[in-house]
């Protein structure tokens, strides 16, 4: 190799590698930094499609957790208020059985007791009208409530008369069974087809709602889409009262639906867990009405105490149901966290800086650049020295 002053090839390249050895060193700096091996799209484009990736599925499952999480507050409450009422509704209990019996008079002890018995049904109805979360009542009507049928007459009482000859009721679960009351006309009042479905074990529960009309809900929670309504059957040829129409059923409007969205960002990640609160008050309690209840006499008190039995059943039922979708909240946010886990863990290793790795890479860099400053400084003097020659 010849020997020039022209070009310092020596020097160039001590300089070009100088160069690589100071980018290096900034990028090992920036990922100690940042604490990321992903600082710009160079990095790894790849890698970093794939992070962000990660990351909007960490978010959405993060706050599907929140939300699952508040949903079981609010569930909560609910559970908490409806407590309350069965509460009250055993007090009632004991109201109505002392009424009922003959060792009290018919003046002011009755009147008591049925004084505290309206307060007993105004409580109910304040519990139902003012439990809220997060500003909204918990206690809420407006949507079709599938598991629950109101036939077409009013004005019923439990003495009104069923047609001798046209007594029959027919309910049915859509895609499930159909359930027959008074086939034979063996009951001769609305009271006696309550009780006869009452006392079915068909999982059904019958009263008489505040306009005197006949309600059947289902307390299995069978019917809760259009899919699977509880309807009045077709061989339902039921009259009673004092008109000679036969009776037709439609499904209640006192429920209301609350939806929580769940999500890991995705489309297919993604659903949806509801649960049902109706419109809660003295005369529907899950579709038992104490209303028209009163303990001013014997047999007025032995009524109460049957439909204050069946709302007590039917608080239950609501309560039973509340839970299961309390449970099923609590398996879907521990499913959430476990996947926020993975996820995380996952996003990390593609995205996180190796710091020990970034740590030893450093030293070297640093050990390069000194190096390569002083080789730099040896190729630049090496000029110098071709002066030499000509002294």
């Not at 160069?19 to 920036?30: G, I, M, V």
């Not at 604490?35 to 599907?64: E, H, R, V």
Request: hydrophobic share 35%; proline share 0%.
């Amino acid at each position: 190799m010849s020997l020039s002053i022209l070009n310092n090839v020596t020097a160039m390249s001590a300089e070009n590698q100088l160069t690589k050895t100071n980018a290096k060193l900034q990028n090992t700096l920036l990922q100690l930094s940042s604490g990321s091996k992903l600082n710009s799209g160079s990095d790894d484009a790849a890698g970093l499609s794939i992070a962000n990736g990660l990351q909007a599925n960490i978010t959405a499952l993060t706050q599907s957790a929140s939300n699952a999480s508040n949903a079981q507050g609010r569930l909560q409450v609910a559970d908490g208020a409806l407590s309350q009422v069965t509460s009250l509704l055993n007090r009632a209990v004991t109201l109505a059985t002392e009424s009922a019996s003959d060792t009290v008079s018919d003046g002011s002890q009755r009147a008591a007791l049925d004084n505290e018995f309206a307060s007993i049904k105004s409580e109910i109805d304040s519990i139902g009208s003012t439990t809220t979360f997060n500003g909204s009542a918990v206690f809420q009507g407006g949507s079709t409530n599938y598991g629950q049928v109101v036939l077409s007459g009013s004005g019923l009482g439990t003495s009104s008369a069923i047609n001798a000859t046209k007594g029959e009721l027919d309910i049915t679960v859509t895609g499930g069974s159909t359930y027959k009351f008074n086939a034979s006309n063996k009951d001769t009042t609305v009271g006696a087809l309550i009780t006869d479905i009452n006392s079915s074990g068909d999982g059904l529960v019958a009263s008489l709602n505040a306009k005197g009309a006949l309600v059947v809900t289902d307390t299995q929670n069978r019917a809760t889409t259009a899919a699977t309504e509880l309807a009045v059957g077709a061989g339902t040829t039921l009259e009673a009262g004092t008109d000679s129409a036969a009776e037709t059923g439609a499904n209640t409007t006192d429920s209301s639906t609350f939806n929580v969205y769940l999500s890991d960002g995705t489309s297919t990640g993604s659903s949806t867990i509801s649960a049902t609160l109706g419109a809660l008050s003295s005369s529907n309690m899950n579709g038992i009405s104490l209303s028209s209840d009163n303990l001013l006499s014997s047999s007025s008190a032995q009524t109460a105490l049957t439909d204050i039995n069946n709302a007590i059943a039917q608080v239950a039922a609501l309560r039973g149901t509340l839970g299961a979708s309390m449970n099923r909240l609590t398996a879907a946010g521990n499913v959430i966290n476990t996947q926020t886990t993975n996820l995380t863990s996952a996003e990390d290793n593609v995205s996180s800086a190796d710091i020990s790795q970034q740590v030893s890479s450093m030293s070297e860099d640093q050990v390069l650049t000194q190096t390569g400053i002083s080789a730099l400084s040896q190729a630049n003097q090496m000029q110098q020295m071709l002066l030499k020659l000509f002294q």
